[in-house]
């Protein structure tokens, strides 16, 4: 079975500046896709970024970039020029692409953007 | 932009009693997704539901647990004897296929309360 482990459960960073958050996963398989999910207070879950296993190139999404390591499972957020807006909890998420849909998701890290 | 969504936003029932969250999915969406998170734990998969037939299930949707399609548009997590330990926030989720370019799109979910 897949796992994915958020080892911050917190992070602050100060508004204008960059910030990593960190992703790791455990898996045997070798096609599967990476997500990273934004959980605003609200609490409606909204897609930021995802990488397919199989594409070497990090994905970028105007600030949101990640980097993807696939040797060493690793799959890090970073979050550059920080706004307010950002705050929220990140999960980090696995999906495999062998028929199974289900995310398997990690537990999450709270930011907090400080002005 | 379409939108799942989900009804009500908050529920509080008795335990032993049954409860039905509703959601309605992205019109043109074939799979669905019921996920829930115990307060400050990670999101969890229940099941994932394609053609009118469960796809997968994990352990934790057990038989107090069914879903259904009961006409075109709605999506349903019905809990037969409710526990104290089903109080979580239950995630709906829709996607158009389950492709290479699959992306879930998350209701802002139903908060259950069993009191």
Redesign the interface.
């Known amino acids: 079975a897949q796992t994915v482990t958020q080892s911050q459960p917190e992070m602050s960073v100060q508004e204008a500046e960059t910030v990593t958050l960190s992703c790791t996963y455990d898996t045997s398989e070798s096609d599967y896709?990476l997500f990273w999910?934004k959980q605003p207070p609200?609490?409606?879950?909204?897609?930021v970024i995802?990488q397919?296993a199989y594409k070497q190139q990090n994905a970028t999404e105007n600030r949101f970039s990640v980097n993807f390591q696939k040797a060493a499972k690793s799959f890090s957020l970073k979050i550059s020029d920080s706004q307010l807006g950002d705050a929220a909890m990140y999960?980090c998420a696995y999906?495999s692409?062998f028929?199974?849909?289900?995310?398997?998701?990690?537990?999450?890290t709270r930011l907090t953007i400080i002005p | 932009e379409p939108e799942v969504t989900q009804t009500p936003s908050h529920q509080v029932t008795q335990m032993g009693q049954e409860v039905i969250l509703r959601c309605v999915p992205i019109s043109n969406h074939l799979y669905f997704y019921w996920y829930r998170q115990i307060l400050g734990q990670k999101v969890e998969f229940l099941v994932s539901f394609y053609n009118n037939e469960i796809s997968e299930k994990s352990e934790i949707f057990d038989d107090q647990f069914s879903v259904e399609r009961p006409d075109g548009s709605n999506f349903t997590l019905k809990i037969r004897s409710t526990k104290l330990e089903d109080s979580a926030m239950y995630f709906c989720a829709s996607s158009v296929s389950s492709g290479r370019l699959h992306e879930q799109f998350f209701g802002p979910g139903t908060r259950l309360t069993v009191l």
């Not at chain 1, 609200?42 to 897609?47: C, K, Y």
């Not at chain 1, 028929?99 to 999450?108: A, I, P, R, V």
């Open positions: 896709y999910y609200s609490r409606q879950m909204i897609l995802r397919e999960f999906r692409n028929g199974n849909e289900k995310l398997t998701f990690g537990t999450g």
